[in-house]
């Protein structure tokens, strides 16, 4: 059934939500093993996205669209699969910085994460180093993103890794930072495992730290 | 025997005196505020502080958990109670911003993360020295109205950035200054240092030179730093900036007309926030909008539609009577070229034929990253050419001249006339562009507008004496900085 | 008198036309060597009008303002001297090219140098290869000044230098020439024996080439 992946992928590079949702529906209808759909489907139309948004052949609100086709085509395909068999490139804690509500910025990693096949748990905007502990021991993620805007509120992300410093999981698990006033200095200065300086990188760096 | 119309009377003679530019009708801007009253009243904005909960509440709100819900009335009663003019003092307390009407005083703009060294050329971390050198280069240039401090200096206590450029700031100009703090505490530092400058707080408060600056964060959000920051200001009497960050396809529509509605709202929840603290409580409505970049999503400060919303934005601001502070002479360029000059030229000229206040950001680099004193120099020079263009084209019997075309003739010249000599010197004269001819500009040494800047900024950061505030103001200046310092220590 | 000399000097060079008048007047009337009053009053003050035009702190129309006032001040001494006692720098024939009708450059150029001591004899407008010859032939110039603002007047100017070889008296007389389209470059090609790229250069040209 190869041209049903191959037309599945054109779906989603072109963003049409219906027609993923009945190619998926179809595959499924067909006997199609889940997993194949996820892998032959949905995923390779996902990183001809991401490939052509890094070239700058593509703009965020179609890679957006292009995110919202593949989760209709994921939300489908999961209930059939045991959880621990869905693809997972790795889990990813992600949230805005306490004292910040900006999450536009956090909220597009985390799709562009999610497509990339990566599990993502949002603990949302103003997330206190308590916060990011918590979900750290609760989903022992292999990543912790933080995004903050401001200038304001870029000191607190190194209230977190000392905190996780302190309670003995800084070595469990990767911190990478982001968000406009973040530089790579910064990541350096506060001991942070990488910066991405945009969406689209994000995904390749948590790829590089996991390897 | 010469022309002369003296003996005439007019009727229904108009006169432009300055170039008109008026992005939006004032029906345009009507919709665009009815806009903003409905989404306030109808969605309602997200506040995240209990003060400023309890506030809107009492004022009349509909408060829901975090939302609050504006009836039209008390946004139209806040409107009609800011004032419409407030009048900012230098360090000296000499009356020298009138925001009112369409008057135009450019800037620099805040928080930059990195800063260009003038010296070096390198991009690096900003410091107190840097800002000591902007606040020296903001004092030499004509043109350059106002201080911010260009850029949050990250060697001293990180906490304590903003009290530490305030002082430095202090130090080194006696124009009037814009400023922000991490929190109210930083705030209380910042209005005791400016009333040890002003002779007491009531000095202060009655000739403020400074205005304090807070952001929202839209769509419909306010944190409790950014809404306690504008109690903060109208309970102490102190004017404030309040602006959002808004920006079209990101966290407002892609359209224009929409993400003007939502920086509007944004900015009416500070505004009612202020004057139900203090009726009549001075607001500066903000401020920076534009688009997002939708390839490597930066909110782009070179964009046309920067100019476009901030024009638009202008405009309602003046329909409403509100003092409106603006956004120019900024780029997304990442070093001194090309791209740099352009985009700071058209948003300079946009944003002061637009009539805004205070035109913020002239000395933004790389999308507002990077702060460059050698941009700030060069805009300098840019405004230079638009106020030459914003005064307009003078239409009277002495500029018509009629009588010295008839004495010269067909064929002769003007450079000697006594017409020439009196108004020759109206002509804007440059100091950064160069008109030299060829042989001369050779002679000087074939420079480039950049290497112009970069002497001009770097003279005047090693020459530039701003006049000095005597030894007790600077030691009570002092005083506040090491008591801030023992605070924040404690505070660990 | 030498302070009234320092006056007559700042008037020349604030280029107040009545007070030049009356403190020349007053210098005649006072029984001052009409040459003095010239060379310690009038021309000193020019020169630094010349300097300051240089140096850029003085503007055209102010030059002009203080020629004008030096001429007037001359105009009053010069019925007093034999015209052979006038101080001159030297004769200049100055005059734009056959077919160009632009007379402001050459008259600024004209102006400067009499304001700097040259006597200049201006051949006006559309002035042909035989009207600059018969002025040199006529007033035996060290200089002849050609001016032309047109790339399709300009090449009037070789005319000439050719007709005065032909005449034997290119090498009695130097040639410079000046205005929007030319260059140092032309001057060369043309045989010319200088370019000045602008009025206030001019004077300094024709000591050059005359000393």
Redesign the interface.
């Known amino acids: 059934m190869s041209n049903y992946y191959e037309e599945l992928s054109q779906s989603i590079i072109s963003g049409q939500l219906d027609r993923v949702k009945s190619l998926t529906q179809q595959a499924i209808g067909a006997g199609d093993n889940p997993v194949d759909i996820i892998n032959q489907g949905l995923i390779p139309g996902m990183s001809v996205v991401g490939a052509r ?1 890094k070239s ?1 052949q593509m ?3 179609e890679v957006l669209m292009s995110a919202r086709a593949m989760d209709a085509g994921m939300q489908l395909v999961k209930p059939l699969i045991l959880t621990e068999d869905i693809p997972s490139a790795g889990k990813v804690v992600i949230g805005t910085v306490k ?4 999450d ?2 956090k909220n ?1 990693v985390s799709m562009m994460l999610e497509s990339a096949g990566y599990t993502v748990i949002n603990v949302g905007v ?1 997330a206190g180093p308590e916060k990011f502990l918590q979900a750290v021991k609760e989903h022992q993620p292999g990543v912790i993103g933080m995004s903050a ?4 509120t ?2 607190a992300m190194k209230d977190t890794i000392e905190l996780l410093k302190e309670e003995g999981l800084r070595d469990k698990v990767k911190v990478i930072i982001g968000g ?2 973040i ?1 790579q ?2 990541a350096d200065e506060i001991g942070a495992d990488g910066f991405a300086p ?2 689209g990188s994000a995904a390749d760096l948590c790829k590089k730290l996991l390897a | 025997m010469t022309l002369s119309k003296s003996q005439y009377v007019r009727a229904n003679y108009q006169v432009n005196a300055t170039p008109q530019l008026k992005m939006l009708s004032d029906d345009q801007c009507e919709n665009i505020l009815n806009g903003a009253l409905e989404v306030l009243e109808r969605t309602g904005a997200e506040i995240h502080s209990e003060e400023a909960l309890e506030i809107f509440k009492k004022g009349g709100c509909w408060v829901d958990g975090n939302i609050v819900r504006f009836p039209s009335h008390l946004i139209e009663w806040a409107i009609r109670s800011a004032p419409s003019r407030i009048v900012i003092s230098n360090q000296k307390g000499e009356r020298t911003l009138f925001l009112e009407g369409q008057n135009v005083y450019y800037g620099p703009g805040p928080t930059n993360t990195y800063t260009i060294d003038p010296f070096t050329g390198e991009r690096r971390r900003p410091r107190k020295s840097d800002t000591v050198r902007a606040a020296k280069v903001i004092d030499a240039l004509p043109n350059i109205s106002y201080a911010m401090d260009c850029g949050t200096v990250m060697d001293v206590t990180p906490t304590l950035s903003d009290v530490h450029a305030f002082q430095a700031m202090l130090e080194n100009t006696n124009k009037p200054i814009i400023h922000w703090g991490f929190g109210i505490d930083q705030y209380q530092d910042i209005i005791d240092m400016a009333a040890v400058v002003a002779g007491g707080l009531e000095a202060l408060q009655k000739n403020p030179f400074i205005l304090l600056y807070s952001e929202s964060s839209p769509p419909l959000r306010h944190s409790a730093e950014a809404i306690d920051k504008a109690i903060f200001a109208a309970k102490n009497n102190i004017p404030i900036v309040y602006t959002p960050c808004t920006f079209a396809g990101g966290v407002a529509p892609a359209t224009m007309a929409a993400t003007l509605v939502i920086a509007v709202a944004d900015s009416l929840v500070g505004l009612v926030a202020g004057q139900l603290v203090r009726k009549g409580s001075g607001f500066v409505m903000g401020g920076l909008i534009s688009t997002m970049d939708m390839s490597s999503t930066i909110l782009s400060y070179g964009a046309a539609e920067l100019s476009l919303l901030s024009a638009g934005l202008t405009a309602v601001a003046r329909y409403m009577k509100i003092p409106m502070f603006s956004t120019g002479g900024c780029t997304d360029s990442k070093v001194i070229d090309t791209q740099m000059g352009l985009e700071a030229a058209f948003s300079i000229l946009v944003a002061g034929l637009s009539g805004a206040n205070l035109i913020h950001d002239c000395s933004y680099m790389e999308y507002g990253a990077t702060s460059s004193l050698e941009l700030m120099t060069m805009d300098d020079e840019i405004i230079g050419m638009v106020k030459r263009i914003l005064e307009g084209v003078k239409v009277d019997d002495e500029h018509l001249a009629l009588d010295v075309i008839n004495k010269v003739g067909p064929g002769g010249h003007y450079l000697a006339e006594d017409h020439t000599m009196a108004h020759f010197r109206e002509f804007w004269s440059s100091s950064l562009i160069n008109r030299l001819r060829y042989d001369g500009w050779k002679a000087e040494g074939s420079k480039t507008m950049g290497q112009r800047v970069k002497e001009k900024t770097q003279d005047i950061i090693n020459n530039h004496k701003p006049e000095p505030k005597p030894d007790h103001v600077l030691r009570e200046i002092q005083a506040i900085v090491d008591r801030a310092e023992a605070r924040e220590a404690n505070k660990q």
């Open positions: 948004f700058g703009y965020v609100p004292g910040d509500l900006h536009i910025g597009l103003d805007l401001l200038t304001t870029m000191l406009a006033p530089s200095d910064f945009d969406a």
